[in-house]
């Protein structure tokens, strides 16, 4: 027998293949599987299902690479609530859904909001994966980017000063 289109494990491959559109560029062709995966996740497991959350956090990053960040930042805010009720606001996940946020912010100017949502992610990563971990130095890396576009360059020197000196320590110098 068969499991059917509209079982989760082909919701899954779908994903795949829209994860393999995304990586060439084809944006347009990811979202119509992501929204096909989206709707049997809906049905199958529910919209407060993690993998319901991932499927949208997929299509935003899409939107994102699209430029259409307040589609993006729609989608990302349901991830948020799926992923703070089913995972909780201190999950990795949680945070990466928090920083690509974080990106659509900045990406439209508006680097206050950018710095919050990035604060917030800085906290959860140094709770969960440690202070000398890489993803905490990224987040850093961010931080500092933000400063920079405000004209606070002494506040982003010292965040990539500490940036470099994780990176140093866990990557190597070379």
Known sequence: STLGEEHPSFANTLATIAQCHMQKGEYDAALELLERCRHIYASTLGE?????????????????????????LDLLERCRDIQASSLGEEHPSFASTLYTMAQCRRNKGEHDAALGLLERCRDIQAS???E?????????????Q???????????????ERCRHIYASTLGEE
């Open 132 to 144: 000398e971990h890489p993803s905490f130095a990224n987040t850093l890396a961010t931080i500092a």
């Open 128 to 130: 969960t994966l440690g």
């Open 146 to 160: 933000c400063h920079m576009q405000k004209g606070e360059y002494d506040a982003a020197l010292e965040l990539l």
């Open 48 to 72: 407060e299902h993690p993998s319901f959350a991932n499927t949208l956090y997929t299509m935003a990053q899409c939107r994102q690479e699209k430029g259409e960040y307040d589609a993006a």
